[in-house]
């Protein structure tokens, strides 16, 4: 989706964020230690760049043009390096996020662990090919957040932004990891829809949404009272987001998401849309989700009835209402945040494209 206004163009910014990094990726090769292999820096180099919506670096853009700071484009404007500098923290996150739910799948590809892991099995070298694979995994995260960490700080922008901006940025960083102890707290807890709303906030919604938002325009110099208008409209529309993207996880079309639709499943992902299911269902189907939710070896046919009765038991369309209700919400709180007028037109079509993908 494009949207053209004075200044802005969402595509273009996409393939500006791209830029950035592969500009700043093509810096760190010279950089990589000698006698060091080789694998992890290609695979992490293929990995960033390897597409992504880049919902993060936009909205950090936009909350920076929102704020009324300006881009008189060409290379290297410090607002888009500072911006894709979060698509860096994502990669970490991400990378972590798969080995957590033993996800064999990223974006239509082997996720990192299982890349590794494949070598290792191919390569027939000793020990444990998947134990392999997650340790080095865990390595390819934590580069991506060093990383992300220098390019932030190597911007362009002042000394005194960038130290205010990285206030926000190291509290996003601080609640994505409490996110995801929360996920796997409620995924050995009591599976309640408030707790799963709550791992959404912690691990997705600030993280995908407000607090990209909240960086771009403190770097520009926002008062409190923007900031905190734009934590009205980020917090129901990240919500939003990671609703849909539980909904993409067990009925969209792994085609279009690159991603499994088993996965959820097996893993037992503590989702609204399942807390939903299990409240409502009958004592048959309770039986039926406590065999079939979280096995591990769940097959096709198994996955098929689990869909079933979330869509007899209406959790489905309980989650869309939630979804819409939260959507509207946040354009409601867009309308009325003190946002230049070009990006306020881009950030409700951002929004649009965060809660409509396609299954």
Not at 267 to 278: F, I, Q, S, Y
């Amino acid at each position: 989706m494009t949207v053209t206004v004075p200044g802005t163009d969402v595509r273009e910014l996409r393939t500006r964020v791209d830029a950035e990094l592969a500009a700043f990726l093509d810096r760190q090769e010279p950089d990589w230690p000698d006698g060091a292999p080789r694998g992890v820096f290609t695979v992490l180099h293929r990995f960033v760049l390897a597409g992504g919506k880049r919902l993060r670096p936009l909205f950090c853009y936009y909350g920076w043009r929102g704020a009324g700071g300006g881009d008189a484009g060409g290379e290297r404007t410090p607002i888009v390096v500072a911006a894709a500098a979060l698509e860096l923290l994502h990669a970490f996150a991400l990378i972590h996020d798969d080995i957590l739910d033993g996800s064999d799948r990223r974006r239509g590809e082997p996720s990192v662990h299982r890349l590794f892991a494949d070598l290792h099995a191919r390569s027939s070298w000793r020990g444990d090919p998947e134990a392999y694979g997650r340790n080095t995994a865990l390595l390819c995260g934590d580069l991506c957040a060093a990383w992300s960490d220098q390019m932030f700080h190597e911007c362009g922008l002042g000394t005194e932004q960038v130290h205010r901006g990285y206030g926000v940025f190291a509290l996003m960083r601080t609640e994505v990891i409490a996110g995801e102890y929360l996920d796997l707290v409620s995924s050995v807890g009591d599976g309640s829809v408030a707790s799963a709303l709550t791992v959404i906030r912690m691990k997705a919604a600030r993280y995908t949404v407000t607090r990209p938002l909240q960086i771009g325009a403190t770097l520009a110099g926002a008062d409190p009272a923007l900031i905190e208008a734009l934590g009205e409209f980020g917090d129901p529309l990240g919500d939003a987001f990671q609703l849909r993207d539980d909904v993409l996880g067990v009925f969209g079309d792994p085609a279009v998401t690159g991603k499994s639709v088993l996965d959820d499943l097996r893993e037992g992902k503590p989702t609204v849309m399942m807390a939903l299911a299990r409240s409502a269902a009958d004592r048959a189907q309770t039986a039926r989700l406590r065999e079939l939710f979280g096995n591990p070896d769940l097959d096709a046919d198994g996955a098929a009835e689990l869909r079933k009765i979330i869509e007899s038991t209406g959790a489905r369309e309980r989650v869309e209402q939630m979804i819409r209700v939260r959507a509207e919400a946040a354009l409601t709180a867009l309308d009325r945040a003190p946002v230049e007028p070009a990006a306020r037109v881009v950030l409700a079509t951002l929004a649009a494209e965060a809660v409509q993908r396609q299954l």
